[in-house]
């Protein structure tokens, strides 16, 4: 699959009309989920302007440093930025059409919970897997680590890199994922 089969995936759920969808956007650290998820706003938006549209990314840099300054620790942000995101995905259902959500998704409960809201709500889902490897990903983290709203200390990204997909890669084994996923392999 590629990106091209992705937008016309996108061009045949907008044309069914459907009142919600849910765009789930996953892979590694670096594997390009939030390059991927402007373009399929831009093409949305340029497809339709009457949709409403939101990208929600679980490593916005803004939502941390409100946790920082309000309520905690760095130690204690990994588990709480979960429930942000989970909240702003779901407060975003019911405002907007189409929710864009971007983050690794790398255990397979996190995307089966989406998949599973998204049956019981009578939401259109469709998730998007980006495929890449060790090295690249690396590479990728190294140069996005010196843009803007990314949250990534340089010092610690290959180790990080490393532990990232010797952890999850049972849960991200092809196998583990329901035919309502695509596959892509990172640019």
């Known amino acids: 699959m590629n990106e091209t089969d992705i937008l016309q ?8 009309g459907k009142d919600k969808v849910l765009i789930i956007i996953g892979g590694a650290p670096g594997a390009g989920k939030t390059t991927l998820a402007k373009k399929i706003a831009d ?6 302007r009457s949709l409403k549209i939101r990208h929600i990314d679980i490593d916005d840099k803004k939502e941390k440093e409100l946790f920082l300054s309000t309520r905690g620790t760095d130690e204690q942000w990994p588990s709480y930025k979960w429930e942000v995101f989970h909240n702003k995905i779901n407060e975003s259902l ?4 189409i929710t864009i959500a971007t983050a690794t998704f790398s ?6 919970y989406y998949e599973d809201l998204c049956n019981k709500s009578n939401i259109e889902f469709l998730g998007i897997w980006l495929e890449i490897d ?6 990728r ?4 680590a ?9 010092d610690t990204i290959e180790e990080r890199a490393k532990l990232w997909f010797e952890k999850y890669k049972d ?10 996923w695509s596959m892509l392999k990172a640019k």
């Open 146 to 154: 010196q843009s803007e709203g990314h949250i990534d200390p340089v």
């Open 107 to 112: 255990r397979h409960t996190d995307r089966q």
């Open 171 to 180: 849960e991200t084994s092809k196998d583990k994922f329901s035919i309502k």
């Open 141 to 144: 983290q190294k140069y996005r």
């Open 134 to 139: 060790l090295l690249q990903s690396i590479k």
């Open 94 to 97: 019911q405002k907007n059409n």
């Open 9 to 16: 995936k996108l061009r045949q759920i907008i044309s069914k």
């Open 43 to 48: 093409f949305i938006v340029h497809k339709t």
